[in-house]
């Protein structure tokens, strides 16, 4: 699903991982992590997508800066970052960036 975000500027976090083949707990851990983002203060929405090759790219849209470093720091998804860490993630890397405009095409 193409997430619905405001007028820019916003924020987007895109999150790029390459998994490891351990796959206990991942599934309920996204599900997880989603419905707290979606309950934070300034989250705008979500799109994700996985490769059979275990890529897996998220972006994740925010009002602000101070939005995304509560995210951050929010418990559950600590703990989460440290279970990526050393069990899920072979690789990732954590890019973001300012949305400064935006256009797009809807049949």
Do not use: C, N
């Amino acid at each position: 699903m193409i997430a619905s975000t405001p007028r820019p500027p916003y924020y987007a976090v895109t999150f790029t991982s390459l998994r490891t083949e351990l796959d206990e707990g991942y599934g309920v851990t996204a599900e997880r992590m989603l419905e707290l983002a979606a309950q934070q203060d300034g989250f705008l929405g979500v799109e994700s997508a996985r490769g059979a090759d275990g890529l897996g790219i998220t972006v994740s849209y925010w009002r602000d800066e101070a939005a995304i470093r509560q995210w951050k720091q929010q418990s559950e998804h600590r703990a989460a970052q440290q279970a990526g860490r050393s069990d899920w993630y072979s690789t990732f890397r954590v890019r973001i960036s300012r949305v400064e405009r935006e256009y797009g095409f809807e049949r």
